[in-house]
């Protein structure tokens, strides 16, 4: 869905909802009032409901902010405003849940016209800070990599790749908006902010002055509970990201790699460094005046075609990217089904145009730069994927290790008419070395020595293959950490990132075979082994 269709479906509600304020009510004081208050009201519990059903996905675009605020104001005459930053992220999910819970109860009270003063001066302050956040994010795209943001001399023409970050999160991950759309959402919003805090008294209102403060109150509570059941106890129960159940991971990332390298160059685009004034020629033309525009004066940017994937049964399509064979005839023909079934798309020759997502980026590193995820992916068999983005540490200290090193020499022996080499200790040695010391958090180990780690013994026992990832760690951090939960199975790293994109729990357990996620577990809401295998592994 697109932010146009999105508004659109929001608009034709709040049509609705005025005509039958005005009609079955007869409650309407101004009809413009009273549709900005249904479209702004129903448009804040969309966007808050998508991110009240997950709460850590928001709180996790928080941090993004708080760390590109911190760096921004560092080493301005505002750095003294720096270290708030990192005490904000520590609570990122309180800060989550209430701004998902005030978003969406601001969105009830408009509409049903509670406390209309108050909150129609609550809307105006929330939307100016969201055009803060979304504003100050698209203007960071005009300060190139190096300078900071308050050096407005060093600005120079919109790069969207300057921007550290690139979704604004107003609607989780159900639609990724562009910083610069969303900025001038806020924008528009601001509009009828103004109209209700001039305006309020003509805002319509609902049912008597005890039900709109009991039905506030009651959705308030609610939503906290809500919000609470979607990452506290659960994972969320409608997952709008990449990795969600049903999906394949390794075929989704074998059509996302096809898709990059199946684009052509179809244009440049150059942008004058002194005055930002933009070209873009075709690529034939380009070909023949790029001596006119010297890399010097002007930045180049290549307008690629749009991704896309053919896959076809034959060689005989005119048009097409043929399926490599070298990956094997199984797969082959899974790849083709697997796009005709998600994408209902019929024939011998099917198309997809396919975006980049953070499938591409799935990665997992068994160290010196080992990537196993094929291997972990393409096994063909149940396995158990458990993921943790952070393994917690009360305490890291450095502590000398007495290390025993045996000194041995040579000696040549005669014996009888050849010579012999006899190995003997010369001499042993002891010395201290350096070796880092965890002092692991106890309410974390709980989680795995209590739960995950039974259920994956029993699958071990019953041939079925586990393994851990993890941010990127030392690998002492990592032996220490699995002789603390007694984790028999392997511990693989990879960006924190993506691991908390694949499952919004830490760990979370996630069961897969042949690439394809089965299901997905909340280590709180982790069934039995047994469990598992009569309902999952048929």
């Known amino acids: 869905m697109t932010i146009g269709l999105l508004v659109l479906y929001v608009a034709i509600a709040a049509l609705i909802l ?30 808050g409901w998508v991110k009240a059903v997950d709460p850590l996905g928001t709180a996790y675009k928080l941090e993004q902010y708080f760390a590109e605020f911190e760096s921004t104001f560092s080493g301005t005459w505002f750095s003294f405003l720096s ?70 001399a060093h600005w120079g023409p919109y790069v969207e790749t300057n921007m550290k970050v690139t979704d604004c999160g107003c609607f989780g991950d159900f639609i990724k908006l562009k910083p610069m759309t969303s900025f001038l959402k ?9 109209l209700f805090v001039f305006a309020h008294k003509r805002m319509h209102q609902l049912f008597g002055a005890g039900a709109r403060t009991a039905i506030t109150i009651l959705g308030t509570i ?3 509970f809500y919000c609470f059941n979607n990452y506290v106890w659960d994972l969320p129960h409608t997952d709008f990201r990449p990795f969600k159940v049903g999906r394949n991971i390794r075929l989704e990332k074998t059509l996302e790699t096809l898709a990059e390298n199946n684009v052509e160059v179809e244009a440049y685009r150059m942008t004058d460094k002194s005055t930002g004034e933009t070209v873009e020629l075709p690529l034939e033309q380009y070909l023949r005046e790029y ?10 940017e290549q307008v690629k075609s749009k991704p896309n994937v053919v896959v076809v049964r034959s060689d005989s399509a005119p048009e097409g990217y043929v399926i490599p064979s070298a990956e094997g005839e199984d797969f082959e023909q899974e790849l083709v089904r697997y796009v005709k079934e998600h994408w209902k798309l019929e024939g011998d020759t099917t198309v997809h145009f396919v975006e980049h997502t953070k499938v591409s980026d799935f ?9 196993v995820a094929e291997e972990v992916l393409s096994n063909p068999d149940y396995s158990f994927m458990i993921i943790a983005y952070k393994l917690y540490a009360d305490k890291e200290d450095v502590v000398n290790e007495l290390v025993v090193d045996t000194i041995y020499a040579v000696d040549t022996v005669a014996v009888g008419d050849s010579i012999k080499l006899v190995q003997r200790i010369d001499r042993v040695d ?51 950490f699995r002789a603390a939960t007694e984790s028999d199975y392997p511990f693989y790293t990879a960006d924190d990132i993506l691991l908390k994109t694949i499952i919004r729990s830490n760990p979370g357990v996630v069961l897969l075979k042949n690439g394809a996620v089965i299901m997905k577990w909340h280590y709180k809401q982790l069934p039995s082994f047994e469990e598992i295998k009569s309902t999952y592994m048929k």
């Open 18 to 47: 005025t005509l039958w304020v005005g009609f079955a009510t007869n409650r309407i004081k101004n009809w413009l009032v009273s549709f900005f208050q249904n479209f702004c009201g129903a448009l804040f519990i969309f966007s």
């Open 83 to 152: 270290p708030l930053f990192p005490w904000m992220a520590n609570y990122a999910v309180a800060l989550s849940v209430f701004m998902i819970v005030f978003e969406i109860v601001l969105g009830i009270m408009l509409i049903i016209g509670a406390a209309r003063k108050a909150a129609a001066w609550a809307f105006l302050l929330l939307v100016v800070f969201f055009a803060f956040l979304t504003g100050f994010t698209y203007l960071t795209g005009y300060v190139p990599e190096g300078a900071n943001f308050f050096q407005f």
């Open 186 to 194: 806020d924008v528009f919003l601001l509009i009828p902010s103004f």
């Open 222 to 224: 609610a939503l906290v």
């Open 291 to 300: 001596k006119n525009y010297p890399k010097e004066e002007w930045e180049l």
């Open 363 to 371: 990665e997992a590193s068994a160290g010196e730069g080992m990537d």
């Open 430 to 480: 002891k010395k201290q070395v350096p070796k880092k010391a965890y002092t692991w958090n106890q309410h974390h180990l709980a989680p795995w020595i209590g739960v995950v780690n039974p259920v994956l013994k029993a699958a071990e026992e019953a041939g079925y293959s586990s393994f851990a990832i993890t941010a990127f760690a030392e690998p002492e951090k990592l032996e220490s």
